[in-house]
């Protein structure tokens, strides 16, 4: 079975600086993957996907991501951090069946 | 556009007692269907999920269970709730057929006291 691991658990960043969550997946073939973000009390938002093609993909909200076959990696970085950006951030991978798995999430703080 | 809901917004249970959550989807047809809950601190657990109506799979066997009654409704039931069934329900929906792509609704807040 695919499994996802977000290695951080918190994540404190000073505004303006910039911004890499960590995200590897266990997956056999080339994976789906997505970067979702939920702010306190909400849903998940999608922030961006990889199925294939450009292995850099543009997200909302100035976020992109790199997905690193060698590495089984799917970091998301932003240059330049924004108050408003302090969420918790989820790494997914899909998985037979239409369904997603995903990682234990990273809390982001951000400081001013 | 696409749009999902879910009511209640928040709820406070005593033990024992019996749970309804309603999610619904405008703007899609045939949509998949998926109920997560997220414990305090913990990452998402997918519960169920639906590709149509009448169709239930469930991936954690609990004292919960879902029903599709209508193309683009999905109801998570208890008969009994239990303490540990707080958390935050999430109900999401993707395209039909073979995607993986998952749109959330905003999320039930369930406190069983």
């Known amino acids: 079975a695919q499994s996802v691991t977000q290695p951080d658990i918190h994540i404190t960043v000073s505004e303006g600086a910039s911004l890499e969550l960590r995200c590897n997946y266990s997956y056999g073939a080339t994976p789906y993957l997505f970067w979702y973000v939920q702010s306190p009390g909400q849903g998940l938002q999608l922030l961006l996907k990889y199925f294939s093609g450009d292995t850099l993909v543009q997200g909302i909200k100035g976020f992109e991501a790199e997905f690193k076959r060698s590495q089984s990696s799917f970091n998301l970085r932003k240059p330049s951090v924004h108050w408003s950006d302090a969420a918790e951030y989820f790494c997914a991978v899909g998985e037979s069946g239409n369904k997603l798995v995903f990682g234990a999430g990273t809390i982001l703080r951000v400081k001013s | 556009s696409q749009t999902i809901h879910q009511w209640p917004a928040t709820l406070v249970q005593p033990v024992g007692s019996p749970l309804s959550l309603e999610c619904t989807v405008e703007?899609?047809?045939?949509?998949?269907l998926y109920w997560y809950r997220q414990a305090a601190g913990r990452g998402l657990q997918l519960l169920f999920y639906s590709v149509g109506i009448g169709q239930i799979s469930s991936e954690v066997p609990q004292n919960l269970s879902a029903s599709r009654p209508q193309d683009r409704q999905f109801i998570l039931s208890s008969k009994k709730l239990l303490l540990s069934d707080s958390g935050f329900y999430l109900c999401?929906?993707?395209?039909?057929?073979?995607?993986?792509?998952?749109?959330f609704g905003p999320g039930t807040r369930l406190t069983v006291t």
């Open positions: 999401a929906w993707s395209v039909g057929g073979t995607t993986y792509e998952q749109y």
């Open positions: 703007g899609t047809s045939n949509p998949n």
